[in-house]
């Protein structure tokens, strides 16, 4: 079965420090892709960053980088020079193919990191 | 524009009422979603619409009836609810059925079933 790991409950970062958030899945897909997205407490689901499972270099977009290591399973994401408006929960995401009707696919969520960045 | 908008923000229901929740995307997405979401949980996913046709259902009680009359709305009806109900409605869209496409979600609509 295809499940996603997020083994940090909750995190804190000094402002201006870089912070890992850890995320392990587990699929026998070869096709996948990995997302992460952040979740103010307004509760906007805001997508940062993908990586998909044939890509040969890690995603980065501005202060978010993708650490994707495929033989671990695991696909961490970097958040460099944390700012106060980094608070938020953080789910990591995977999408697998479905084959149920005219093409669609299916979004796996982790039970999320809580991040709190410190002044 | 990635923007997704859904109405209302917030709404407040019985058990007996009759509601919808609206979510619209003008970004040419061919498929929509609507989650479920209670407190310091993930999102689950409720249904998927592909290019207008009803793709994914999972297992959600009949009391949730979505509704998709073009390919840039979705609505969600909302019948006799339970207190156990309440909960975000998030809203997605994607532009089609492929695993890279990301999902763009909506603000959400807070319901309160009382």
């Known amino acids: 079965a295809q499940k996603i790991t997020q083994t940090q409950p909750g995190m804190f970062v000094q402002e201006k420090e870089a912070v890992t958030l850890d995320c392990t899945y587990d699929t026998s897909d070869p096709s996948y892709g990995l997302f992460w997205y952040k979740q103010p407490s307004s509760g906007e689901m805001i997508f940062l960053i993908y990586q998909g499972s044939y890509d040969q270099q890690n995603a980065t977009e501005g202060r978010y980088s993708l650490n994707f290591q495929k033989a671990r399973k695991s696909a961490n994401l970097v958040i460099s020079a944390s700012q106060l408006g980094d608070s938020a929960m953080y789910f990591c995401a995977m999408a697998l193919a479905t084959y149920s009707g005219a093409g669609s696919y299916q979004l796996t969520f982790g039970k999320g990191t809580k991040l709190s960045v410190i002044p | 524009d990635t923007e997704v908008t859904q109405t209302p923000k917030h709404l407040v229901m019985g058990m007996t009422n009759k509601k919808s929740l609206k979510c619209e995307q003008h970004?040419?997405?061919?498929?929509m979603y609507w989650y479920k979401q209670k407190a310091k949980k993930p999102p689950e996913l409720m249904f998927v619409?592909?290019?207008?046709?009803?793709?994914i259902n999972e297992s959600v009680p009949s009391r949730f009836s979505p509704e998709c009359p073009n390919s840039s709305l979705l609505n969600l009806h909302l019948h006799a609810l339970q207190p156990e109900d309440s909960a975000l409605y998030l809203c997605?869209?994607?532009?089609?059925?492929?695993?890279?496409?990301?999902?763009?979600f909506g603000p959400g609509t807070r319901l309160t079933v009382l």
């Open positions: 970004m040419g997405h061919r498929a």
């Open positions: 619409y592909s290019y207008e046709k009803l793709s």
């Open positions: 997605a869209s994607s532009p089609g059925g492929f695993r890279t496409d990301t999902q763009y």
